[in-house]
T-cell receptor, first 112, second 116 residues
């Protein structure tokens, strides 16, 4: 059990640029979740996958956001045309079925 | 819709004193309840969970929580605080309805400070 891995840990970009984050879940976990956490707040659900299928998306996930999980393994979260309000910590979690979610250390996104 | 309210965004205790962090939830279906801890620039670590069965749940690092359905509460306690307990604590709820993905709804967190 090597834990959930997220890359990069930090990303600084200019407004309007596209960014992509990667999450490698615990290998035997079939569910993968993305959350966003802003300063002073708890994480907010964005989307989740069961294997390769994206089964639910939050209203927080605007058209500029897209997530994929090809082959049910790692996942990517892409943000197009970044805006100031996208600055946050993006957290990935994985679980096996309904077992508790294990979180990665997150990717902190800063928009200049 | 589910929600979580954590009373007190900041709690300060002396080392060795009782820790009590409050959490109230709202859920239209039987809930799963969780406490997570977050250290600076890190992800969340599970402290304990309630699913079904015994309402007093013991977790890691000496923490425990009691599910009280009548009060819709799931308060976190530790008899004796240690300096290493200083961190942010999040209460979370998910529902027991299958097919819902068990996404977590978090409270806004409580920052615990432990003083000498």
């Amino acid at each position: 059990d090597t834990g959930v891995s997220q890359n990069p840990r930090h990303k600084i970009t200019k407004r309007g640029q596209n960014v992509t984050f990667r999450c490698d879940p615990i290998s035997e976990h079939n569910r993968l979740y993305w959350y966003r956490q802003t300063l002073g707040q708890g994480p907010e659900f964005l989307t989740y996958f069961q294997n390769e299928a994206q089964l639910e998306k939050s209203r927080l996930l605007s058209d500029r956001f897209s997530a994929e999980r090809p082959k049910g393994s790692f996942s990517t979260l892409e943000i197009q045309r970044t805006e100031q309000g996208d600055s946050a910590m993006y957290l990935c979690a994985s679980s096996q079925g309904v077992q508790p979610q294990h979180f990665g250390d997150g990717t902190r996104l800063s928009i200049l | 819709a589910q929600s979580v309210t954590q009373l007190g965004s900041h709690v300060s205790v002396s080392e060795g004193a009782l820790v009590l962090l409050r959490c109230n939830y709202s859920s239209s279906v039987p809930p799963y309840l969780f406490w997570y801890v977050q250290y600076p620039n890190q992800g969340l670590q599970l402290l304990l969970k309630y699913t079904t069965g015994a309402t007093l749940v013991k977790g890691i690092n000496g923490f425990e929580a009691e599910f009280k359905k009548s009060e819709t509460s799931f308060h976190l306690t530790k008899p004796s605080a240690h300096m290493s307990d200083a961190a942010e604590y999040f209460c979370a709820v998910s529902d027991q309805v299958t097919g819902g993905g068990n996404k977590l709804t978090f409270g806004t967190g409580t920052q615990l400070k432990v003083e000498l």
